[in-house]
Nanobody
Framework: QVQLVESGGGLVQAGGSLRLSCVPSGTAGSINTMGWYRQGPGKQRELVATITAGGSINYAEPVKGRFTISKDNAKNTVYLQMNSLKPEDTAIYYC???????????????WGQGTQVTVST
């Protein structure tokens, strides 16, 4: 059973920085894409950033120029560096992984438990 373990959330003042980490465990396949999504109070879950196995990156417009997604292949870890944080970045941040099974051609989506990021004014 695949689990995505997130860490790094917390409380920070506007203009500050945080770094989130996500490590998959129990994988039984190859990772196609990993990324971060967030869900703010009263809002739907939305894309923040994704990175493919080949290193292609996609950012949502509100975070471009402030957030950086990266991965450490040796540690199988994905990071989200968040700079110049704003109160509107307050949300639960979820790690996501799309994994292709070794034993058959199917792909599966997995989600972490979420980590709270709160940005105060």
């Amino acid at each position: 059973q695949v689990q995505l373990v997130e860490s790094g959330g917390g409380l920070v003042q506007a203009g500050g920085s945080l770094r989130l980490s996500c490590v998959p465990s129990g994988t039984a396949g190859s990772i196609n894409t990993m990324g971060w999504y967030r869900q703010g109070p009263g809002k739907q879950r939305e894309l923040v950033a994704t990175i493919t196995a080949g290193g292609s990156i996609n950012y949502a417009e509100p975070v471009k120029g402030r957030f950086t997604i990266s991965k450490d292949n040796a540690k199988n870890t994905v990071y989200l560096q968040m700079n110049s944080l704003k109160p509107e970045d307050t949300a639960i941040y979820y790690c996501h992984a799309n994994i292709r099974r070794y034993v058959d051609p199917k792909v599966d989506d997995y989600w972490g438990q979420g980590t709270q990021v709160t940005v105060s004014t």
